[in-house]
């Protein structure tokens, strides 16, 4: 699977490079510059760009923008976020238009190379991975109905299925029966008024209105 890297910290672009090259991840280009990450996207084509939010030159939001660009030219290229802080408005964002490819990461989870692995195994495999600091703020700013009709266990599912855990992950965080995950998410759905579709469509529907996005 080809990659391609943006963020201008030189040490963590290299270490990036290592990690991504370890897990079999061919490389195809490591830029310091949002307008070199476009250049190496139109050149390369990659199935997943891992860029920093914020990036030269003016360092706000310019490793988001491009992200944007990236998903509205080439929505099948998966992008994975990476902030030294968390701005949940850039996963929001993110995640406005479409839902399937996409994470959001605070830069300390790379140093946990098998979570950073297994987030960007996720969104490449067109998943979500958000960041449990990023989901725990959203839960905290955002309480609203029909949110507070859930179960504090409830909320424990939800939060797991917006950072993009399948539901036997979900079963081994809070050590319980995939059964047991299978009820509370079609609790959630009931409590949420979603309409009746296919799970993976509701699911996305859950997550979003979890994110109030929708």
């Known amino acids: 699977m080809r990659a391609v890297i943006a963020e201008d910290s030189v040490l963590l672009r290299v270490g990036l490079v290592k990690v991504l090259e370890a897990v079999g991840y061919e490389v195809a280009a490591a830029v310091g510059d949002a307008e070199a990450l476009l250049a190496a996207v139109e050149e390369h084509r990659p199935q997943v760009v891992v860029t920093d939010v914020r990036m030269?030159?003016?360092?706000?939001?310019?490793?988001?923008?491009?992200?944007?660009?990236?998903?509205?030219?080439?929505?099948?290229?998966a992008v994975l976020l990476l902030s030294q802080y968390v701005e949940e408005r850039y996963a929001a964002d993110l995640l406005a238009s479409n839902t399937s490819g996409v994470g959001y990461l605070l830069k300390e989870r790379v140093a946990n190379v098998d979570d950073f692995v297994d987030a960007l195994q996720r969104v490449a495999a067109g998943g979500t991975a958000l960041d449990p600091e990023v989901v725990a703020q959203l839960l905290v700013r955002r309480h609203r109905d029909p949110l507070e009709r859930l179960t504090p266990r409830e909320r424990d599912v939800?939060?797991?299925?917006?950072?993009?855990?399948?539901?036997?992950?979900?079963a081994e965080s809070l050590v319980v029966s995939d059964s047991a995950v299978a009820k509370h998410i079609n609790s959630i759905f009931t409590k949420l008024d979603l309409p009746t579709a296919d799970d993976t469509h509701r699911r996305v529907l859950a997550v979003l209105r979890y994110l109030g996005e929708g």
Request: charged residues 20%; positive net charge; glycine residues 12%.
């Open 56 to 77: 030269p030159p003016g360092f706000t939001d310019e490793g988001v923008r491009a992200a944007l660009l990236i998903r509205r030219q080439w929505p099948t290229i």
């Open 158 to 170: 939800l939060g797991l299925m917006a950072e993009g855990r399948s539901n036997t992950a979900i």
